[in-house]
């Protein structure tokens, strides 16, 4: 079974700019989430998708948003890039929403904003 | 908001050693889960060891094994006979029982395995 795939691995941006990464699930998993990772502040939650549905929200601006397809597959969007986004952000996935699921994770995109 | 805490940014093991990796967590809840990962150099993210609150016995899987101390609130990580593979970035995480509560994770510790 194909684990989580998230595209592009690397990304390059400047300010101003906006971005968009995607990530495709485990198959079978409905549950997607999206987590921001910098060096010294861990992984940062930034929203949960489940059936469509944002099912959980970190507390990030509204530059920050999301969504979630029929077929589970998720993209996530970055507005307006400020040099703070960079980072490595990190898709996971589970079979549903809470309880003591585990999240798979995929390897990540690297994004920089020159 | 649920925390987690990782006080110890880096840690190292000689190999064949053993290692406890600490983890607290604050919560008001009483039913939860807690979870340990490793994210090696490779960077992706894979589940080492995962806790329920209302089971007492600490779980264990092969030279991982948890110390659950529900009152203290503290989930630590023992890692025994450690490998050069173990040397990786390891998470301590906290997820509520109640239906879709997100994960909230600790800052990592680094681990490193000397020969």
């Known amino acids: 079974k194909a684990g989580v795939t998230q595209t592009p691995r690397y990304l390059i ?47 990030f601006p509204g530059r920050f948003s999301g969504r979630q397809f029929s077929n589970s597959r998720s993209e996530m969007n970055v507005s307006t890039l400020e040099l703070g986004d960079s980072a490595l952000y990190l898709c996971a996935s589970s079979l549903v929403a809470g309880g003591n699921q585990p999240q798979h994770f995929g390897d990540g995109t690297r994004l920089s904003i020159l | 908001a649920q925390t987690v805490t990782q006080s110890q940014p ?45 089971k007492q016995q600490n779980a264990t899987e092969n030279r991982f094994s948890v110390n659950f101390q529900k009152a203290a609130k503290s989930f630590s990580l023992k890692i025994s006979d450690s490998q050069l593979g173990d040397a990786a970035m390891y998470f301590c995480a906290y997820r509520s029982a109640n239906t879709g509560n997100q994960f909230y994770f600790g800052t990592g510790t680094s681990l490193t395995v000397i020969p």
Not at chain 1, 28 to 56: I, K
Not at chain 2, 31 to 50: A, C, E, G, N, T
């Open chain 1, 13 to 59: 941006k400047t300010r101003g700019q906006q971005v968009t990464l995607s990530c495709s699930p485990i198959s079978g998993h409905r549950s997607v989430s999206w987590y921001q990772q910098t060096p010294g502040q861990g992984l940062q939650f930034l929203f949960e998708y489940f059936s469509e549905t944002q099912r959980n929200k970190g507390n």
């Open chain 2, 10 to 54: 880096e840690m190292s093991v000689q190999e064949a050693e053993t290692v406890t990796l600490s983890c607290t967590y604050d919560t008001s809840e009483s039913d939860y889960y807690l979870f340990w990962y490793k994210q090696p150099p490779s960077r992706q993210m894979i589940l080492v060891i995962r806790q329920e609150a209302y």
